[in-house]
């Protein structure tokens, strides 16, 4: 019954008045749905009239192509023999680039796994992995400032017993290490989110799902326990409804604790290798994506430039539809109305935001130290120099909230330090899909079971047993601290609360 | 009836007694105007008896043969077949040296574009760019102070709206860029100054036209609406009826909002990568400028060392009679004898000049911080170093003047931190140069572009709607603050009135 | 009368229940030996069923093996022809690796004498004796730091006369320069420790014997005088007996002067080089050390990990056995009822533990400030650091214990910078064991000459006759106190003796 | 009548009982002036029973040979045929290893001189010029902590006019630069010191001859007139008399206006590069130096260690015989009773030692701010280190003495800078000898002209006409500032004269 066609065929269908595209073998008419993707239509018409399965399958869940079309979109199948050949990347074949398997255990630590990974896994997920804004400057400062702090180990110190167990929210974890919201794990491995939450279960860390992961929540945790601990994360969406409907589904997944709310990004960085990266593996041209597009942007000074569709790199894609208007009047009171799970802000990169949220508890219970492992604003400050920031004007602050960090961090020394200046718990992001890269669900457990021994091996060295015996006794900060704000230049230290206030 | 020359002919009138040169295939007589070059007659003796034509046409306003040189000075032609070959540069020929035609979208940032012209343009025009005084230490220096400083991005605030339009001078401008007085243009693409002026027009910047063009200002404004913002750059001439004259020319061009009056460059920097090219191309030998010169220095140290005509690097040629005897007290009121239009002075590098500058409102409009691109005195300081410098010394200077800035701009951050300092607009040299050499006007509108939307993404991620509500609360300049002039080491802050005053 | 085993025939016994090994062309069967190997039964484990003579020799000490094993454990002989060919490491077979024997004198600092040892030893040795922690960072920090610090050479002094010799805990020496305690010499060279100690003898210095030494103590003293200084490090072990039995020997030994307790490193720091190289040589795949192993850690988050034997580094290796559980409270009452023997506490790395260890004189009669050489914890502080954070905070330690340092030194500015600092002396170990390396005893004598020489120098042209002249008028700090510990950020300076004494 | 010795012949005298040499084809029994010798013996009986011609040469002034030998000494010639061939070094043949003449003209800085003279000279001249002590720490330093001073130009100031004259000790010179006492530059050119000297007197600038000096101060000031400024360097001599012999001479040379009494290597410092190179081109082993040697050194910590005779670098053997035992409080008053010379010292690296030698005033009427060009003691204080210590703890010293520095001047700017500090004018040496190795006398005046002309180009860019307007005004020293030396850590600032006196 159902049609058989040519690829010929199909390819004629690449407009915006009749597009068809090949997902999976079968031909479909998405021609109505093109205003409705949450991607927008520039992504759909840049693959009109052809296979589009490879660029589909990696970045979207099971099962949602059924749920967004009907039967009748879909017209038959493509003849196998006419289609095109293309030369298959490694994430589309399973198979990997380097000869034999990967010894996990020869890996020794974050940066090994980083490079494994980056052998086994396909340009376009590297480029989407590894990018940052602009010239990187931020996504180094972030690591580099961990070797700035000196540690201070005490000696003639009990150390057999070392415990990593903490809590966050009031949820026991075994580790005070946490994967961070990254989007797109199934561009790694197939194992996807849900390999990520095994690796998770069995060495009791906490894990915040992405909104753009490649699994729908409800598959990410379908193996684990209610008591496991996962957030969600939510970037508000320009149509509310769509955020209000997930935040629906949130409210019912026993496993999800708290909303992880992204205020670092309310527009998309500048990732150039992402962007060069984007049609590697198409026949597109390359295109860069800095100019102008009106869905983005209400720009008052009019340019006049004619924005023709373009490519874009997998963050910005990624971006479509994101809201930009949230403010601290309007999105909590909104949150509050959708959903009573504690709210998390993620994203605050000064002191007077911190404060801020601090006057929002309890609703807000958590904020986390972010510029979004460098990927939004170059040159913004590491969580580093957050921290110490809050510690400088108002460290009132850690006694409100709990404060977490993420950003740089590679080794445990790094863990222990961020520990050490009042953070509860540290976040990983890339090393968490880099290892899922390196070998699925197991590279993950060795990237948790590197950062979980040099943790100790640190802990055990400094002479602390538990990590909230960690504190400022156990770090000289003098090489970071010369460079904290100090207020505006040339003016008297700023009256904190008068500033802020008038933000609000 | 005009006479056939041999170029063995052409070949002997090669001295200042008998100085022919072959412009375009024409043979003149150029011995009576050699003393009336503005660029000298050395320029000229190292071309007498050959084909000048390559190194005459990029940096001559087309027409100005004519001008200059009477019928009887054009003796006739050469015969082509006569002269010799010589091997092409691309300017000369129209011809690029990478393989097929530039992808501008596929350029992503400032230094791609440079990157790309490199490729496309003579060496000549590269040298002439890229240079820079001494060890290149300033025009390093003055990128790398940008990377120093920390954004300060706030989070939970609507971003919706970006709007980078402002004003110079009570002009509207729809962008915080404009392009500094850079000449030469036609060295890097045929379009010239004029090329330049219409990419300008389409992002709505402002255009500081170098005196120094490489077409007349007539010439560049000539397409440009009345409303479209230009300045004129003045070298004052040794000569000053030279100058008057030009002065006179722009009270008559309505586009003309500005006279930019260039004070930091009295006598040529060493920029050693443009001597080094200075006869590629030729057959001269290589020989150095920095031997002394009577008609630059009245040097009071006789060192009697013969000195004979000798090549120079473009740079130093462009300097041939310029004044070295400045001075507030006579230079002001000559200027005002002479033009209605408002000054602004190119080059304050000390906070002293910026106060001196702002005793002489309203004649002086506005300042410009620049250390000339770190062409003139190279560890000279950064613009962002004499920005802070006011704010500590005399910050009442900003009410005063506007002040704007140039050197080392290469990403939208650099020009948001350049405002957020104080500094009313941000000038870009190299970059429309090279975006002029990667692809004409509309390269350099490509170089707008993408620094358009850079500043936009940075002004959105921290929270900003206008370019006026930038401030220091927006950036954190700890590393360059401890870097920031003093006063004279081992002595009380000088007191800055007493000091200043007494050198007027 | 003993057997004759084919090779074939012990290779079947490589499971803990049945465990041979060859050594020497012996056949052992040392399955009831596994669990009393000080090493731990991984280790043999690893080598059950083969030649474990390479792997054993440079690490053991000679007797050993009679020592350990009865009569009836030695089963007989292999065959030779029967064992498989293996390509033999440089220390194996003596032979090295360089064209031609090396000439010592044109040796001229210790970088060279390191780069010539590289050249000659095997690459387990010159892993074990490279690696350090992490990314190496301290290792290195602890060089660069008295590259910091900027000498003051006095002028119009007399200095004909130089003299570097100086006490130890009231012992004469001729050089402020001790060798540590460095473990594995033979690793390096058939000479040793005894070497090592033979050229100390010659150049008057003072030797700490390794715990973990290849030569017994009494071995490595067997040629020197009673008034040859020596002292000996301890690792506490688990099993206090072992240690108990190791003191009275060190009772009965004449030459040793004091015992040197080593606390920097309770559990081994993470050392990859080593790590990396635990198996070269061997049949054994590669394997990584960082998972949890029960019997150091008693981890009390409990990942379910299952644990099997792994490889270990050498680093690793020595450690099977080291007590975690030391105190000020339990350890020093410990010692002192098993040897009147002054001690010295190595491995002190915070100001607060110099004055803990004070308050204990005069049982503790020095300490040295240490990081292990960087070979425990990475970013921990270099002793520089730790003598200026004494200075700034509780100098009386000065006067109550000798203060010896090491970590860094390659050059004799640096032993004088040391010493103005306020050291009574500097330790150096891979310089020791590299020139070991470099050419046996003979290579040691040229390091010491080399530093000797170096110190001389430098004394003379600072206008100094004796190390004890040395202070801190002929050191310029600037650039490293900037850097040193200022107390918790944020928090007024710590109130030294509250927080310490809370600590006891 | 001269007799006709075979080389083989002449080999056989190769011992202290026994020693003849070759010199210019020429015989010479020298064994009872070996200990007349004022290099040491040891030079010479390396080369025993050799042709010495072409070690001799270029260290020696001409004349001197026949000065120190009797005829009877002379005991014939060599058979040319019968001399073994050995590769000629461009020194000895004249030959330059680069194609073609030197066109001097090309080349634009100081930098591009060294490299030039680099591949002209021989490998032993490169060595002793390019060497410094220990890492070359300190020589990068001196020039880089130029680099780290700011200018600050002032615009709007009349530049037409510079003038670089300047007056040293009231002599007056056209250039506040001089060269500095380099030994050795026969080495380079057969030009030598001479050379030197002549291109001093076309620029108008001071030479200091160096003891070490391959000509006699006779043929060195041979062509000068009265009124051209030298010095003569002094490095006292343990047998006193041949000091004060040459202090004799120099008191009859109308053009030695000073003696520059050398203190800053009263023992040589280590030049691993000189000691390296110390026999290319002799068939001798390589062998170091930094074994003790009894001649330099009475340490009284006694090594036994045998002390063979063994090869030197050049450096090493200059010092033979140079006394280590001055003191302000014997060395002046001999000097005062041997010269009415006005006295400079050169080598002061400390505040007190400035200090000091102000108190000597008039005798004492320069001090020379110098670490020995980095030869001597390596992280000894760059002359900008000590400019600023003195005007922080004494400054009353610029009143009492004139102030001359050396060390790390490349460029015009780092001229200026030290004159901006208060230096009365800055010594070159190495760019001296480079520029003699790049061609000869020319080559030294082309690296004048240079300085010259880029020195007047930065006077004219600040503003400034003559030298003696430049001030601490026109420089930022804060990135230098936060270096300099703050009395002994952790200790009030010190007292000046109390400390210092008791050194007297």
């Not at 065929?9 to 090949?22: G, M, R």
């Not at 008419?29 to 239509?41: K, M, R, W």
């Not at 180990?153 to 974890?173: A, E, I, K, W, Y």
């Not at 850690?398 to 020394?413: H, N, P, Q, S, Y």
């Given at each position: 019954m159902a049609k058989?066609?040519?690829?010929?065929?199909v390819a004629k269908h690449n407009t915006a008045e009749s597009c068809w595209v090949i997902l999976y073998g079968k031909v479909y008419d998405v021609t109505s749905f093109l205003n409705e993707h949450p991607g927008g239509s520039k992504v759909i018409l840049q693959l009109a009239g052809t296979d589009a399965t490879e660029e589909y399958d990696p970045i979207h869940p099971p099962g949602i192509l059924e749920e967004n079309l009907s039967a009748e979109q879909m017209l038959g199948s493509v003849r196998?023999?006419?289609?095109?050949?293309?030369?298959?990347t490694p994430v589309q074949t399973g198979e990997v680039q380097q000869d034999g398997p990967v010894d996990l255990e020869s890996i020794l630590n974050i940066d090994e796994i980083e490079a494994v990974a980056t052998k086994q896994i396909s340009k376009k997920a590297w480029a989407y992995y590894y990018s940052a804004g602009d010239d990187l400057f931020s996504k180094k400062f972030n690591n580099e400032v961990y070797r700035k702090i000196l540690l201070r180990p005490r000696v003639f110190v009990d150390c057999t017993n070392c415990d990593t167990s903490t809590t966050f929210l009031g949820h026991n974890v075994k580790l005070p290490i946490y994967v961070s919201p990254a989007a797109m794990a199934r561009l790694a491995h197939p194992a996807g989110e849900h390999g990520i939450a095994q690796a998770c279960e069995k060495y009791g860390a906490m894990q915040v799902i992405s909104q753009n992961a490649s699994m729908t929540p409800e598959q990410i945790v379908a193996d684990a326990k209610d008591d496991q601990v996962f957030g969600w994360q939510l970037y508000v969406q320009t149509e509310r409804a769509k955020s209000e409907a997930m935040l629906e589904r949130m409210n019912n997944l026993p496993q999800i604790k708290f909303i992880c709310l992204t205020l670092d990004?309310?527009?998309p960085g500048k990732r150039e290798d992402d962007e060069r990266s984007k049609n590697i593996g198409s026949n597109l041209p390359v295109r860069a994506a800095v100019q102008?597009?009106?869905s983005v942007s209400k720009t008052t000074s009019d340019a006049k430039t004619p924005s023709p569709p373009k490519a874009m790199g997998v963050g910005q894609s990624l971006f479509w539809g994101t809201a930009a208007d949230l403010t601290w009047r309007t999105t909590l009171p909104w949150l509050a109305a959708h959903t009573s799970l504690p709210i998390v802000l993620k994203g605050i990169q000064t002191h007077e935001d911190a404060y801020l949220a601090s006057l929002h508890a309890p609703q807000i219970k958590a904020i986390i130290l972010s510029n979004h492992g460098g990927r939004a604003l170059d040159t913004a400050p590491p969580a580093v120099h957050t921290l110490l920031e809050i510690r400088k004007y108002c460290p009132e602050v850690f006694d409100k909230l709990e404060v977490w960090v993420d950003g740089g961090i590679?080794?445990?020394t790094d863990v222990?330090?961020?520990l050490a200046l009042g953070a509860r718990g540290v976040g990983v992001g890339r090393a968490a899909l880099f290892g899922l890269g390196a070998g699925g669900k197991e590279g993950?457990?060795?990237?948790?079971e590197i950062l979980k021994a040099e943790t100790e091996t640190c802990m055990?060295?400094?002479g602390v047993e538990r990590v909230d015996q960690l504190g400022l006794q156990h770090i000289n900060t003098r090489m970071v601290e010369k460079d904290i704000y100090d207020g505006p230049a040339g003016l008297e230290r700023p009256s904190l609360g008068s500033r802020i206030l008038a933000k609000l």
């Amino acid at each position: 019954m159902a049609k058989i066609f040519d690829y010929t065929e199909v390819a004629k269908h690449n407009t915006a008045e009749s597009c068809w595209v090949i997902l999976y073998g079968k031909v479909y008419d998405v021609t109505s749905f093109l205003n409705e993707h949450p991607g927008g239509s520039k992504v759909i018409l840049q693959l009109a009239g052809t296979d589009a399965t490879e660029e589909y399958d990696p970045i979207h869940p099971p099962g949602i192509l059924e749920e967004n079309l009907s039967a009748e979109q879909m017209l038959g199948s493509v003849r196998p023999e006419s289609l095109p050949t293309t030369e298959k990347t490694p994430v589309q074949t399973g198979e990997v680039q380097q000869d034999g398997p990967v010894d996990l255990e020869s890996i020794l630590n974050i940066d090994e796994i980083e490079a494994v990974a980056t052998k086994q896994i396909s340009k376009k997920a590297w480029a989407y992995y590894y990018s940052a804004g602009d010239d990187l400057f931020s996504k180094k400062f972030n690591n580099e400032v961990y070797r700035k702090i000196l540690l201070r180990p005490r000696v003639f110190v009990d150390c057999t017993n070392c415990d990593t167990s903490t809590t966050f929210l009031g949820h026991n974890v075994k580790l005070p290490i946490y994967v961070s919201p990254a989007a797109m794990a199934r561009l790694a491995h197939p194992a996807g989110e849900h390999g990520i939450a095994q690796a998770c279960e069995k060495y009791g860390a906490m894990q915040v799902i992405s909104q753009n992961a490649s699994m729908t929540p409800e598959q990410i945790v379908a193996d684990a326990k209610d008591d496991q601990v996962f957030g969600w994360q939510l970037y508000v969406q320009t149509e509310r409804a769509k955020s209000e409907a997930m935040l629906e589904r949130m409210n019912n997944l026993p496993q999800i604790k708290f909303i992880c709310l992204t205020l670092d990004a309310p527009v998309p960085g500048k990732r150039e290798d992402d962007e060069r990266s984007k049609n590697i593996g198409s026949n597109l041209p390359v295109r860069a994506a800095v100019q102008e597009d009106a869905s983005v942007s209400k720009t008052t000074s009019d340019a006049k430039t004619p924005s023709p569709p373009k490519a874009m790199g997998v963050g910005q894609s990624l971006f479509w539809g994101t809201a930009a208007d949230l403010t601290w009047r309007t999105t909590l009171p909104w949150l509050a109305a959708h959903t009573s799970l504690p709210i998390v802000l993620k994203g605050i990169q000064t002191h007077e935001d911190a404060y801020l949220a601090s006057l929002h508890a309890p609703q807000i219970k958590a904020i986390i130290l972010s510029n979004h492992g460098g990927r939004a604003l170059d040159t913004a400050p590491p969580a580093v120099h957050t921290l110490l920031e809050i510690r400088k004007y108002c460290p009132e602050v850690f006694d409100k909230l709990e404060v977490w960090v993420d950003g740089g961090i590679k080794r445990g020394t790094d863990v222990v330090k961020a520990l050490a200046l009042g953070a509860r718990g540290v976040g990983v992001g890339r090393a968490a899909l880099f290892g899922l890269g390196a070998g699925g669900k197991e590279g993950v457990e060795r990237m948790l079971e590197i950062l979980k021994a040099e943790t100790e091996t640190c802990m055990r060295l400094l002479g602390v047993e538990r990590v909230d015996q960690l504190g400022l006794q156990h770090i000289n900060t003098r090489m970071v601290e010369k460079d904290i704000y100090d207020g505006p230049a040339g003016l008297e230290r700023p009256s904190l609360g008068s500033r802020i206030l008038a933000k609000l």
